[in-house]
């Protein structure tokens, strides 16, 4: 062998010698690459409410006072206080000066074609039969409805002060004076009125 064949042979087996050492370096290096962090996720809500909602409450009317019944043993009067009046819930204040049971019984609106000089006259008929010891008639139909509506609460112990409430529609109205007499009992004995009702007031 030569002399220059054998310093080929050892500058290639150097050469192969760097090249080894060198991968194994590459292997055992430590990376240097940082780490991607963890990406955190918010959660955020989105629902909504509807907003809350009131109703106001529905006051009715308190019915308008129209006047006051006075009730005596010779006879009856109606002082008003209302006026002009117009159709609704009405109340009235009774006072009863007698010594026994007595009312107000409040007709109306008369019916169409009737008015005040009507119903005195039927009134003074009842009236008669009362006086008379007679079985009473009784109210015409055209009086219209009865305020109030049943004859219980329209009545009131002697001495005895109250109300009697009721609708009032638009139209003439009437009151009879109802008294307990010794011979025939409860019956009409007198009369007061007229007021109006009308639809505005």
Do not use: K
């Not at 107000?104 to 009507?118: E, I, K, T």
């Not at 219980?152 to 139209?171: H, K, N, Q, R």
């Not at 109802?178 to 009308?198: D, K, Q």
């Amino acid at each position: 062998m030569t002399n220059d064949t054998r310093r080929a042979r050892n500058a290639a087996a150097v050469t192969l010698l760097i090249v080894t050492l060198a991968g194994c370096g590459n292997g055992d290096a430590e990376s240097t690459t940082s780490p991607t962090p963890a990406t955190e996720t918010i959660l955020t809500s989105t629902t909504t409410f509807p907003a809350a909602t009131t109703t106001a409450p529905t006051i009715a009317a308190a019915p308008v006072d129209v006047g006051t019944v006075v009730i005596a043993e010779s006879g009856c009067s109606f002082e008003p206080s209302a006026s002009p009046l117009s159709a609704g819930e009405v109340v009235f204040t009774i006072v009863n000066e007698t010594e026994g049971q007595a009312g107000a019984h409040v007709w109306g609106p008369l019916a169409d074609g009737y008015s005040f000089d009507d119903f005195v006259e039927y009134v003074e008929e009842e009236i008669a039969l009362t006086m008379a010891g007679e079985p009473f008639i009784g109210p015409a139909a055209w009086f219209g409805p009865l305020i109030p509506s049943d004859n219980e609460s329209s009545l009131f112990e002697g001495g005895e002060t109250g109300e009697i409430t009721g609708t009032a529609d638009a139209g003439t109205f009437g009151i009879v004076c109802v008294m307990t007499l010794e011979e025939v009992g409860l019956r009409i004995y007198a009369y007061a009125g007229p007021f109006e009702v009308s639809e505005t007031g």
